[in-house]
């Protein structure tokens, strides 16, 4: 298997999921490779690394999760900091901005988070119920139910936001 | 009519509907505004949780081929229980003696092979990506504070800060250890082990420094005034933070001059 090319082809979206799942781009790149070194160790077809892949990396924010809670406090501040790097304007609004929807993610059951963010990942549908773990069939209906239940979050803390009186 | 489920306009929507399926899906479509304003919904909405989501991301610290010069350096380094069945063999009997009797001399303070180890772990290119960052100056000597303690042969990490922001994060250390934190006139952040952390390990992306395994030895971490933002967290609590001009501390300090400040661990 052609593990150079694979990594090329894959790792991007990996971590662009694992910083949407965390928060932290320095986690996200760490738990990537980890993925990526259990991967060498595997045999498996090609077709099914991809899902394979972000199976083992949910498994390890979950770890991570599970493991301390003081790098947990680690991850939910790590946004902050990021946000706070452009100028102070700029900084402020896109700091609310990205809380905005850290915040209504985190709201989210960690099944509705997995199958939002797989499904901008360009995931099929088999794919995705083999890696949360429900009927194909089923997939099409979570996910709609999953993007009812951001929006409606997403949308009520724009009513928050806007100017009171 | 019975309308359409949720779950097929969006399996449609998603080209998750094919042949039959989806030309079933098509002719309701034509024949129900209902449904074709759900299916109107769903792809607006579907629009805006990509927005949103969007903005969630941030780049990677490392290219593509660091991530894979790295992930490709973990695991030969994990394979070492096959390199121990290969010793195993008489050719492998003949080498463990000689490594055993390197390994003895490595242990004795002061000596050329040990110099020699320290040496190699310094220019471990995990250990030390000082090559992978742009060449620059070399900061100019401190300013009257706090003497900085550094030794240009002593292992350690430096980089440049792409994203205004750097995180330094120490782990083990035991009572004793000495962080002295220089603010510095450059632009590169570094930390480096005094020759007493015999076991410290480095690991460094664009925006973080790992430091393991500092033991009760010293650290030196060198931070340029003009980074916008840099911490520095020991054993999971952050000891500093730098925002702009301002520096917050909440480490055992036991000396602080004008750019600089020493922790001492208790």
Redesign the interface.
Known sequence: MDY?GL??RL??SL??YL??LT????V??DL???A??RL??QTIREDEVRPWLFTVAMNLVRDRARK?E??QR?LNTA?D??A??ALPDEAAE?GE??MR??G??DQLQERDRQL??M??EGF??DEIAKVVGVAPA????????A??R??AL?EATEVLDEPRG | MNHAAEGLLLAYLDGESTGEAAAEIEGHLADCGECRAELDWLRDRSALVTSALQRLDLPSALTAEQAWWRAGAATSARRAPATRRFLAGALGRAAAILLVSAAALAAIPGSPLRKLFTRLLANDPIARPVAETPAVPQPPAPEPGVAPARRADLPGVALVPTEGRVRVLVWAAAPGATIRVNLTAGNRVSVEAGSDAEDVRFRSSNSRIEVMNLGSAEAVIEIPRSLPFASLDVDGRQWLFKDGDQLRLSGPVVERGRDAVVFRAH
């Not at chain 1, 928060?23 to 320095?26: F, H």
């Open positions: 150079e990594f090329a790792y991007p971590q662009r910083v949407r928060g932290d781009a320095d996200a790149d990537a490779q980890e990526f070194v060498l160790r301390s003081r790098r680690l946004p900091l990021v706070r790097v896109r901005r990205v929807v850290r209504v993610l939002l963010l499904r901008e099929r549908y089923s997939v099409g209906t979570l996910i709609a139910r993007l009812r951001f929006v997403y």
